[in-house]
């Protein structure tokens, strides 16, 4: 009992007594049987009157008496056998399996005989009250003053990440009044691509469409290099945090820009902060829609499967789909996910893990829980799951479809599904020929290239994971077709959830993947808030708002 607190008076004292001797009776009675209940019953009471009759002298009843009640509890669940307690059965939470496959065993009967409808006549007819956009970056006229310097930088990561750290370094550059040295790219362990700037973009249309905005030049003049040996590993490198504000540049490597008349900055991906004045961000819109323009033998390739993409599908007036399907081993073994290759799959993705991410996924206390991880929606979409979605939002076996990807993991059998709901699927390499696609084959960014200009020019683009790639395909969609994306992203913890349906009907089905393509029709059209990328949100920094007769006279002049 706490200290301080008043004794028990004599009717409570003797009601505790005499409920705690009746509990210790039935404890004695449950271990022992009835017979021996009654034999000893009355011995039991006077014990447990004696022991609580001293616990309450000593003002401690309080705090025995509870656990004398749990451990009479104990005892009495002791007496009873097992096999009568009923059994929690443990049911997977919604969402957390893989059960694509025996849903569309389930429902193709259905999904085939109802192919009238076609989303490519009905998509994109969300009344947008933001108006429509047109892009409207400003030219300057005055000549530049005398450069601050030369900036070298090193862009590292895939085609698009590399994207960002070039026009980063334009804005960059053109904010310290500094001449750009033209960006060398890193070679990554990944990507594997030991492509030049010039191999990848036009640099002459670079140079050219930034001249009054930017100096850029192809190389260090040779009497600034020898004050360094001639040695770009002599040349002072700045280690910019990620995010770093444009004031941080101002203070901090103006000064040394400056000084040195040469700096480098290595690494260069997501190092300034999205959320910057509108002069550097202009620059940045300038150099990503303006100034980056595809090599000549990247932009050749590409438009013509671009236009082989619309003879496919000259039933739907040259309209077709293009898909980004993020399902190469690495992806899908990056993921942690469980699909339906049971023990053999683990074995195959743990190894790819291993050899990948070496020790990253079995450190002591990691722990993967894959229900969770297809539950919050971060599991990559199958072939067959795309296949589904997109037949449920209504585009019928007709459409044609682009696939951009790399190397499916277990392509023979992942992709079957797919192509029997859309058996006019096409991908790079069966448009083009092998010795179309041949100079691009080594090269993960020009491939890429290839199958970000397909995507561009689509009528509908569908992105399943995220990423670099869809991010600035967004934008530049946005930029090119009034400020709407014409983009289709799932909600894809919802998809796991409707996935998972053991008794969901296809007309259920359907009807709630319409309202998901339609969510993406009206989130096509969104304005840049602080701290999100321009790159994808070019509203309203690099776009301005227009009226209908404007905007159509702008489509006809193209």
Known sequence: MPCGAPSPSAPARHLLLSAAAAAAASVAGAGA??????????????????????????????????????AAMLLYMGSISLDSVPRIISRPAPGSLYRSPQLYARLRADMDADNATDALATVWRHAYKGGIWRPCINNITYDLPESNGYIYVEANGGLNQQRASICNAVAVAGFLNATLVIPNFHYHSIWRDP???????????FVQRLKNDVRVVDKVPEFIME???????????????????IRYYKEAVLPKLIEERLIRISPFANRLSFDAPSAVQRLRCLANFEALKFSKPITTLSDILVSRMREKSAENNGKYVAVHLRFEEDMVAFSCCVFDGGEKEKKELDAAR??????????????????????NGKCPLTPLEVGLMLRGMGFSNNTAIYLASGRIYKSEKNMAPLLEMFPLLQTKETLASDEELA??????????????????????????????????????????????????????RRLAVLFDSPRIGWKSLKRQLVNMRTHSDAKGIEMKRANESIYTFPCPDCMCRSNKSEHSKSIQAR
């Open 195 to 205: 492509s030049k700037f010039s191999d990848i973009y036009d640099e002459e249309h």
């Open 439 to 492: 100079p691009f084959k080594n090269f993960s960014s020009r491939m890429a290239a290839i199958d970000y200009t397909v995507c561009v020019h689509s009528e509908v683009f569908v992105t399943t994971q995220g990423g670099n790639f869809p991010h600035f395909l967004l934008g530049h969609r946005r930029y090119i077709y009034g400020g709407h994306s014409k983009t289709i992203k799932p909600d894809k």
């Open 227 to 245: 004050r360094f040996g001639h040695n770009l590993s002599n040349v002072f490198n700045f280690k910019i945090k990620a995010w770093s504000s």
């Open 33 to 70: 049987g009835a017979a021996g209940a009654v034999r000893g019953g009355g011995a039991v009471r006077r014990a447990a009157r004696v022991v609580l009759a001293a616990l309450l002298r000593r003002q401690a009843v309080f705090l025995f008496a509870p656990l004398l009640y749990v």
């Open 354 to 375: 291993e050899r990948g991410w070496r020790g990253k996924f079995t450190r002591p206390g990691r722990v993967i829980r894959p229900g969770a991880i297809r539950m």
